[in-house]
């Protein structure tokens, strides 16, 4: 029987956005990834990987175009990734894809105001300026890639697409109905086999 289990670290950059609903100006905010993971095959096509990351994600957003600079949050994040991989063939380079649920905690938040900005005194506020309440995120990433087997290593090349499930500010709290994650970049990982 084949079994097969890996453990590794990974790197990855992914350009996140924030989809708000009323819409926002909204740019993309280039952030970066490290974990921990594992693999674990008991067929040739079909397996599991999962991964522990520090992530940092976030926003940029035009206010007004006659601002000196564009607000900015980024948020910090202790993130778990269970993902079904894909892998086709049993040669050294073998197409992948894999999918599956994440969980994102927050552990920290900073953002940067234009200085020209001033609050609305009246209404529902802005988000801007706002103090984010702890509240856990979650939802699907996805990659498309390669692995490339040599012997016990295996380098794993992809690219990645993630979507939010639910709000990160929630509804009610601020002019924000809606306010969910959204990314794409790259990633790689580094997997050494044990017990073989």
């Not at 175009?65 to 980024?74: D, E, I, K």
Request: glycine share 12%; no cysteine; proline share 5%.
């Amino acid at each position: 029987m084949f079994k097969r289990l890996q453990f590794g670290a990974g790197f990855g950059l992914m350009q996140h956005e924030v989809d708000f609903t009323p819409a926002a100006d909204v740019d993309p905010f280039t952030g970066s990834s490290i974990n921990v993971g594992l693999r674990y095959f008991d067929k040739k096509l079909v397996g599991f990987q999962a991964e522990l990351s520090y992530v940092q994600a976030g926003w940029n957003e035009t206010l007004d175009t006659t601002f000196s600079s564009q607000y900015q949050r980024q948020t910090s994040y202790a993130e778990i990734l269970i993902l079904t991989q894909f892998s086709i063939g049993s040669g050294a380079i073998q197409p992948m894809f894999q999918a599956g649920p994440y969980l994102s905690f927050p552990l920290s938040d900073s953002e940067q105001i234009p200085t020209e900005y001033v609050a609305p005194t009246e209404g529902t506020p802005d988000y801007y300026g706002f103090d984010i309440p702890f509240r856990p995120n979650y939802g699907l990433q996805g990659g498309l890639g390669l692995n490339l087997e040599f012997g016990k290593l295996t380098i794993q090349l992809e690219g990645r697409y993630l979507i939010g499930f639910n709000d990160l500010i929630k509804t009610g709290d601020t002019r924000a109905a809606t306010s969910r994650r959204a990314g794409i970049g790259g990633h790689m990982g580094v997997f050494w086999a044990v017990g073989e």
